[in-house]
């Protein structure tokens, strides 16, 4: 299950990725449509919250606008 982290509050907008930066910062970058020109995309700040992030964990803006967090799974069991 995820934690809450941080809460920003943060109100979603329709056709943009949502996502926490290097910094722990909420950013959101326009997402990539059909026709559009391929190219690096710009980011925009949204929120400065400044999360520490901690190495194993997925961080993420839940429904409500909060940063969470959940741990990766990694290192599953091998099927015989």
């Known amino acids: 299950m995820a934690e809450v982290v941080a809460k920003s509050g943060v109100k979603k907008a329709k056709g ?3 996502f926490v930066d290097k ?3 909420v950013s ?3 997402m990539s449509r059909a026709g559009r020109t ?3 995309v710009k980011k925009e700040l949204v929120a400065k919250v400044g999360v ?3 190495k194993g964990y997925l961080y993420f803006i839940d429904g409500k606008g909060n940063v969470c967090r959940a741990k990766m799974a990694r290192g599953r069991k091998k099927r015989r």
Do not use: M
Request: charged share 35%; proline share 0%.
């Open 52 to 54: 520490k992030k901690v």
């Open 28 to 30: 959101r970058a326009a």
């Open 38 to 40: 391929k190219g690096k």
């Open 23 to 25: 910094q722990g910062n």
């Open 16 to 18: 943009y990725l949502y």
